[in-house]
């Protein structure tokens, strides 16, 4: 069977479910329609052909403009594209691909559309109207969580029947079992933080992580965090501006931080979660943070916003740390680090997270979707 993904060949997320795909169903082939360039070319990739943009353009960058560049390379693209595919499974729902949808449609028999919320919530009435055409088009509509689904699917009148939760699941998870203690020891030495509190601040570079929000609350109170470090995972070249204007907040304030400029492994990255003290999660928008949620895996306490659509955290018991404004961030924190969980809490967090979260609980939902 061959599957057409059409999304980001860098996301860790699509690596992640190929990857998983392939090793619990053996000759399954997987390409992916790439809507950006491969970073690495030495990745060890999981998709068996990567059909990607071939060029770079000034007019990537300009606004309105680089819509036309993108559909123009990317009608090009789909013209090397065969149409034996079985399904064609969309990840993110962007507008751009109404302007090239009769050539991208005919690739395969089915088409699914993954919502990741963004595109959604985010987007105008023009947006949406361009998004419509493949909702009506599509065999099936997922995301992560009911809420988003709901909204969805509720905006685009789209049938029950076409409506299924799917979510990733998470390989730290898996690794996070395998770390010691030793390993976290040597992780506090390596970045000199032996008998300091961790605090991670977001997971990414992106804005909707609310850093320098996050930064402005917590120096406030900068004098209980004197046995404090706060954690950024920054990766990317493209974000060395914004990497340079949280430094100086940082500085300014005189709050003890460490940037993650490399990305991870997942073994690196389940050292980091156990080694956390607090995390704080405050996005605009999200649908269900892998990251927050292999820190609930760790037993640590996240704080997060009330905000976002976590329903099925709270129907299920798991203990969240929540904000309704920036304001509340702040005391919010004292009181998560000074109170923490119960074992109890922990062991509850932990146990349903990984019911919700691990592969082997999630992968078939996602096979089932292209039989």
């Given at each position: 069977m061959k599957v057409l993904f059409v999304g980001n060949a860098n996301s860790f997320l699509l690596i992640n479910l190929a990857s998983t795909l392939k090793k619990h169903y053996p000759g399954l082939q997987i390409d992916i329609l790439s809507n950006e360039r491969i970073k690495d070319s030495g990745l060890n990739s999981p998709f068996d052909t990567i059909f990607q943009i071939a060029s770079e353009s000034r007019w990537k960058n300009v606004k309105y403009l680089k819509v036309i560049w993108y559909a123009i390379q990317l009608k090009r693209l789909l013209?090397?594209?065969?149409?034996?595919?079985?399904?064609?499974?969309?990840?993110?729902?962007?507008?751009?691909?109404?302007?090239?949808?009769?050539?991208?449609?005919?690739?395969?028999?089915?088409?699914?559309?993954?919502?990741?919320?963004?595109?959604?919530?985010?987007?105008?009435?023009?947006?949406?109207?361009?998004?419509?055409?493949?909702?009506?088009?599509?065999?099936?509509?997922?995301?992560?969580?009911?809420?988003?689904?709901?909204?969805?699917?509720?905006?685009?009148?789209?049938?029950?029947?076409?409506?299924?939760?799917?979510?990733?699941?998470?390989?730290?998870?898996?690794?996070?079992?395998?770390?010691?203690?030793?390993?976290?020891?040597?992780?506090?030495?390596?970045?000199?933080?032996t008998n300091k509190h961790i605090i991670a601040c977001g997971y990414n570079a992106s804005r909707n992580q609310n850093l320098e929000k996050i930064i402005q609350q917590l120096a406030t109170i900068k004098e209980h965090l004197n046995q404090s470090v706060l954690f950024f995972q920054l990766p990317g070249t493209e974000n060395e501006l914004y990497r340079q204007t949280l430094e100086s907040l940082l500085k300014h304030n005189q709050l003890n931080y460490r940037f993650f400029i490399h990305p991870f492994t997942n073994h690196e990255l389940a050292v980091y979660r156990k080694a956390v003290d607090v995390m704080i999660q405050v996005q605009n928008t999200d649908q269900l943070s892998g990251a927050m949620s292999e820190h609930i895996s760790a037993g640590i306490p996240v704080i997060t916003g009330a905000w976002l659509p976590y329903k099925i955290l709270d129907d299920e018991g798991i203990r969240l740390f929540k904000i309704n404004r920036f304001e509340e961030l702040a005391s919010v924190l004292l009181n998560a680090m000074e109170k923490g969980l119960t074992c109890d809490q922990q062991q509850q967090n932990t146990r349903k997270i990984n019911q919700l979260c691990q592969w082997q609980n999630t992968i078939t939902h996602w096979y089932n979707l292209y039989q």
């Amino acid at each position: 069977m061959k599957v057409l993904f059409v999304g980001n060949a860098n996301s860790f997320l699509l690596i992640n479910l190929a990857s998983t795909l392939k090793k619990h169903y053996p000759g399954l082939q997987i390409d992916i329609l790439s809507n950006e360039r491969i970073k690495d070319s030495g990745l060890n990739s999981p998709f068996d052909t990567i059909f990607q943009i071939a060029s770079e353009s000034r007019w990537k960058n300009v606004k309105y403009l680089k819509v036309i560049w993108y559909a123009i390379q990317l009608k090009r693209l789909l013209a090397t594209i065969p149409e034996d595919y079985k399904a064609i499974h969309i990840f993110y729902i962007s507008s751009i691909y109404r302007l090239v949808w009769p050539f991208l449609k005919r690739k395969g028999k089915k088409i699914i559309l993954s919502v990741f919320g963004s595109e959604f919530y985010r987007s105008g009435k023009a947006i949406k109207r361009m998004q419509r055409q493949l909702i009506i088009d599509a065999d099936w509509v997922t995301a992560a969580n009911t809420q988003t689904l709901n909204d969805f699917c509720g905006y685009f009148s789209v049938p029950a029947q076409k409506q299924t939760i799917c979510r990733f699941g998470l390989s730290v998870i898996d690794e996070m079992q395998t770390v010691t203690e030793a390993e976290i020891n040597a992780f506090r030495q390596t970045h000199q933080i032996t008998n300091k509190h961790i605090i991670a601040c977001g997971y990414n570079a992106s804005r909707n992580q609310n850093l320098e929000k996050i930064i402005q609350q917590l120096a406030t109170i900068k004098e209980h965090l004197n046995q404090s470090v706060l954690f950024f995972q920054l990766p990317g070249t493209e974000n060395e501006l914004y990497r340079q204007t949280l430094e100086s907040l940082l500085k300014h304030n005189q709050l003890n931080y460490r940037f993650f400029i490399h990305p991870f492994t997942n073994h690196e990255l389940a050292v980091y979660r156990k080694a956390v003290d607090v995390m704080i999660q405050v996005q605009n928008t999200d649908q269900l943070s892998g990251a927050m949620s292999e820190h609930i895996s760790a037993g640590i306490p996240v704080i997060t916003g009330a905000w976002l659509p976590y329903k099925i955290l709270d129907d299920e018991g798991i203990r969240l740390f929540k904000i309704n404004r920036f304001e509340e961030l702040a005391s919010v924190l004292l009181n998560a680090m000074e109170k923490g969980l119960t074992c109890d809490q922990q062991q509850q967090n932990t146990r349903k997270i990984n019911q919700l979260c691990q592969w082997q609980n999630t992968i078939t939902h996602w096979y089932n979707l292209y039989q």
